[in-house]
Each structure stands twice: as structure tokens, then as C-alpha cells.
């Protein structure tokens, strides 16, 4: 089992920035690879960006890219998403996630949200 717990989200301007942080508790975060997706109103979950196991790969969306860094530290269970240039469409609830055979069958967090306004 993997408990994770998000933390950071807020209200930001467009163009402002955010930190989003996901403490891991349980059997070894470094086991698994992790994730952040969001949700907005009336759309489906969208995975943001994904992380390997040791960091050393990670995925972004078209539309995140060159605007969000998601990292970890095994070391202290913790994953992070580092959102710059923030748009009114990242508005969502951000999930982090982690899974070793696929996110659907893996733990995930609460959510935390994130506001940002025109």
C-alpha cells in the first residue's frame, strides 16, 4: 500500500506559478513510477506528466511542455510538479499517482486544486 497526499494548489494569475507537492507513505515510493493528472469540471482525467521509477525519464503533454517540471525525491517520498506560465485551462484538480503496471490499477491521491484566472 501507498498513501499519497498533495499539497500546494491554490488561486494564481495567469502567467504566475505554482509548486505542487505529493508526500508518499507506504511500502518504497522509489518502486513505483509516478504521475500527476488533472481533472477539470465536466472533462475527463488527463495524465499532465510522468516520471520513472529513478527519475531519469519522464513524459509531458503537448500542452504542458516547456511550462511544467515534474521530479521526485526518492529519498524523502516525495513527488513534485513545478507549474510556470500558468493558463486559465490548467484549472483543475491535480492528482499525483503512482503504479508500477498501470495507473488504473495503482494509489493515488486525494487531489489538490489549482485556480488560475484571466
Known amino acids: 500500500q501507498v498513501q499519497l497526499v498533495e499539497s500546494g494548489g491554490g488561486w494564481v494569475q495567469a502567467g504566475g506559478s505554482l509548486k505542487l507537492s505529493c508526500a508518499a507513505s507506504?511500502?518504497?515510493?522509489?518502486?513505483?513510477?509516478a504521475a500527476w493528472f488533472r481533472q477539470a469540471p465536466g472533462k475527463e482525467r488527463e495524465l499532465v506528466a510522468s516520471?520513472?521509477?529513478?527519475?531519469?525519464?519522464?513524459f509531458y503533454r503537448g500542452d504542458v511542455k516547456g511550462r511544467f517540471t515534474i521530479s521526485r525525491d526518492n529519498a524523502k517520498n516525495m513527488l513534485y510538479l513545478q507549474m510556470a506560465s500558468l493558463k486559465p485551462e490548467d484549472t483543475a484538480t491535480y492528482y499525483c499517482?503512482?503504479?508500477?503496471?498501470?495507473?488504473?490499477?495503482?494509489?493515488w491521491g486525494q487531489g489538490t486544486q489549482v485556480t488560475v484566472s484571466s
Open positions: 507506504g511500502r518504497s515510493f522509489g518502486n513505483y513510477g
Open positions: 516520471i520513472s521509477e529513478t527519475g531519469g525519464a519522464t
Open positions: 499517482a503512482a503504479a508500477t503496471t498501470g495507473w488504473a490499477n495503482g494509489y
